[in-house]
């Protein structure tokens, strides 16, 4: 385990590092998750072992620290994940996210360029969701108050709700950074994380789950330069569901030498 100082306050982001040659590949996990259970098995796949890999949890997630005076805007994940890279002494990562880690690892590739050389979306967030009380993930945490969320009853409704499988590691985060987190994710960024994502200048994939059907707006992504590819037998946590695929996709677009339609700069 290895960890960062990513506030003033000096706050930890702590990942998972596995040995290997350059560039780095960091894995950035969903709302609610943890970096080191949903990548552990895809990270050491025969396809894809081999290259320095950080499992790192995002602020308020997993093993890293949970501050209550943090924002959780995608910017801020965004930018206390770039101080936790920068110290870790990477740039030029292959980035691989994972839902809202795909929303923040595309903001980071925006507002840190030096740090992202390709990106690897697992059904990540493009666009602001509604929010539904009642529902599952974000679109549920955010329909709470955080005051409802954190003591009024909230966080008991989403913990039953979930299932045991999420529950396993959502309980791990705390409870402001998780409403905060879902909240602002439910905002998205300005602009919207799908705009930022057509304009940036690395090779992009986006995986999703072939049962979805097509991805919305995919037309303007691949002629953007984006590869969305359709990933079978699969839900939403696609290296679970379907590692070995997923690895093989995976492993396709980090090796891809063509360059994305839209050009590299």
Known sequence: MRSAAVTPEGDQIRWVELPGQEPPRVYVHGLGATSPAYFTEVAVHPLLAGHRSLLIDLLGHGISDRPTAFDYTLASHADALANALTTAGVSGAEVIAHSMGGSVAIVLAARHPRLVSRLVLIDANLDPI????????????????????????????????????????????????????????????????????????????????????????????????????????????????????????????????????????
Request: glycine share 12%; aromatic share 6%; charged share 20%.
């Open 130 to 265: 509604p929010r539904r009380p009642g529902s599952p993930g974000s679109s549920g945490i955010a329909a709470y108050s955080e005051e409802e969320f954190v003591t009024g009853g909230g966080w008991e409704e989403v913990r039953d709700r979930v299932g045991p499988h999420w529950w396993s590691t959502m309980r791990l985060a705390g409870r402001e950074a998780l409403h905060r987190s879902a909240f602002h994710l439910t905002r998205g960024s300005d602009p919207t994380m799908r705009e930022l994502l057509l304009e940036l200048k690395i090779p992009r994939t986006f995986l999703l789950p072939e049962s979805d059907g097509p991805l919305p707006g995919s037309d303007a992504l691949t002629e953007a330069g984006v590869s969305v590819v359709p990933i079978p037998d699969c839900g939403h946590n696609i290296m679970l569901d379907n590692p070995e695929v997923f690895a093989q996709a995976t492993a396709a677009a980090l090796t891809s030498t063509a360059p994305p339609t839209g050009g590299v700069a």
